[in-house]
């Protein structure tokens, strides 16, 4: 094995994961965590789950300080209660967290051109569909979706955009109805059970027949992004106050 003590910095990518099923989500983040790692020289990169017991514990053990990056779409209960708590009982730096990435809208608007030039479609004749977690309790998961589905209007002028929810109204089987021609893309970190059952369910009761984008842990930007982000944050936490 190798040891941390030959890095000269340490990083763990931490997502919700899978109650239900968390060796499968645990498994997909430790590969994302490796690519991060591969783009990263003097740097070991790990991945651990809050639904898989005592790995988190388990993975920060072994590399000592890590930086905690969130591997969540906002800066919601998770990341700023649960996440934070931890990080803070350990002493250990928590970064923001990939859903408020600056570069993540230039990915989506990549992976959107693809799609549409795989189908021959203008954007001026599609729609957007971006399907979100959203939240009873706070509002910054639903303001994160809003905003970045916002800006993928701007950059690629779809005939129109729309967000739906799983957990608060608007609803997705409610906005995605009656659009024609359309893309659906997932605001959803990992490939969860929202993925696997509910987006696909609320899609089909919408009676939308549109391609649907996979999860940004599929995403082929999602390492180079991530490896980037946390060299990013931890140059700029060593700079000295102005």
Do not use: N
Request: aromatic share 8%.
């Amino acid at each position: 094995m190798t040891h941390s003590s030959e890095f000269s910095h340490s990083a763990l990518i931490v997502a919700h994961g899978s109650p239900s099923d968390p060796e499968s989500q645990e498994a997909a983040l430790r590969a994302l965590a490796a690519r991060v790692g591969a783009r990263m020289t003097d740097w070991r990169v790990q991945g651990a789950t809050l639904a898989a017991k005592g790995r988190l514990e388990a993975a920060i053990a072994e590399l000592g300080k890590p930086l905690i990056y969130p591997f969540f779409m906002a800066r919601g209960w998770f990341t700023g209660q649960v996440l934070a708590k931890k990080a803070r009982a350990m002493g250990l730096r928590m970064l923001d967290p990939f859903g408020v990435e600056p570069d993540l809208v230039t990915c989506a608007q990549r992976e959107l051109q693809a799609m549409l030039a795989m189908r021959s479609w203008r954007a001026e004749d599609t729609a957007l569909v971006v399907a979100a977690h959203g939240s009873a309790v706070s509002r910054t998961s639903a303001d994160s979706a809003y905003a970045f589905t916002r800006a993928l209007h701007s950059r690629l002028g779809f005939v129109t955009t729309r967000t739906g929810f799983i957990e608060e109204p608007p609803f997705l089987k409610d906005v995605a109805q009656g659009l024609g021609q359309a893309i659906c893309l997932p605001y959803f970190a990992q490939e969860s059970g929202h993925m696997a059952h509910d987006v696909p369910v609320a899609l089909a009761a919408a009676g939308f027949e549109g391609p649907v984008l996979p999860p940004f842990i599929s995403w082929a930007d999602t390492p180079a992004l991530i490896a980037d982000s946390i060299a990013r944050q931890s140059a700029e936490a060593d700079l000295p106050a102005p």
